[in-house]
């Protein structure tokens, strides 16, 4: 799934329009980063028509009182800003590598990637959310299953139960396997494509997998003797 071609940001869509207008607004004393997802990006990014009633994101301080006194929060504005938790948005640690980022001043912007933005909505996965994911195959012809399976190896925790006090949001798993007959058709095993494989890699890292070198040293060592020389 190219990510290059789809960087170029459209910023007179409604969401593009709504983003700018809290921008332009912010303080520019400071550093300050917006983290947009949700489906802002795939209208600024892929398609103007794909609407969404927010503009979902989390930013580097909390600008909630600023955010109030714009009047562009949702008790005063059609579409709406939404600031929420960094931890809402459950996708790849390299999320950022993809993003589109332009930078106004002292304010930095980053616009998540379609793939990134996918793989956030897959835990919940309503209607709209399907729809998110036929939009984005249609205009890129992506994501590939291999692309998919691997960008959902990278959040492999989304797959774990949740919390006794969590709202679980959702099954991670029957959403995927109902994505892919959607998508591409057929069934998927989640646990033997996605969950075991990201595991393997994760242990590789670890080092609880690494090679038994003591093992390795003793086997070396008996193989010298039976030829009669000395180990050094």
């Known amino acids: 799934m190219s990510q290059s071609h789809d960087k170029i940001l459209n910023w007179d869509t409604p969401n593009g329009q709504l983003l700018k207008t809290f921008i332009e607004k912010l303080p520019q004393d400071r550093p300050i980063v917006l983290n947009v997802f949700g489906s802002t990006p795939l209208q600024m990014r892929l398609?103007?028509?794909?609407?969404?009633?927010?503009?979902?994101?989390?930013?580097?301080?909390?600008?909630?009182?600023?955010?109030?006194?714009?009047?562009?929060?949702?008790?005063?504005?059609?579409?709406?800003?939404?600031?929420?938790?960094?931890?809402?948005?459950?996708?790849?640690?390299?999320?950022?590598?993809?993003?589109?980022?332009?930078?106004f001043g002292s304010i930095t912007v980053y616009i998540a990637s379609p793939l990134d933005v996918l793989v956030g909505k897959l835990k919940r996965l309503e209607q709209k959310d399907i729809e998110a994911f036929d939009m984005v195959k249609a205009k890129t012809g992506g994501p590939t299953e291999e692309e998919l399976k691997e960008a959902l190896r990278l959040v492999v925790d989304m797959y774990r139960p949740a919390f006794d006090e969590e709202n679980p949001g959702g099954d991670p798993i029957a959403n995927t396997r109902r994505l892919w007959k959607h998508l591409y058709g057929h069934d998927i095993d989640v646990r033997a494509e996605i969950i075991r494989p990201a595991i393997e890699v994760r242990k590789e890292a670890y080092g609880q997998n690494a090679p038994d070198r003591r093992k390795i040293l003793g086997e070396i060592a008996e193989e010298a003797a039976s030829y009669g020389s000395p180990v050094r």
């Open 47 to 103: 398609d103007p028509s794909f609407l969404s009633g927010d503009v979902d994101m989390f930013t580097s301080e909390d600008l909630s009182s600023h955010l109030e006194k714009m009047k562009l929060g949702k008790a005063h504005s059609k579409p709406y800003i939404e600031l929420v938790p960094s931890t809402i948005f459950i996708t790849t640690p390299a999320w950022r590598d993809r993003a589109a980022k332009e930078v």
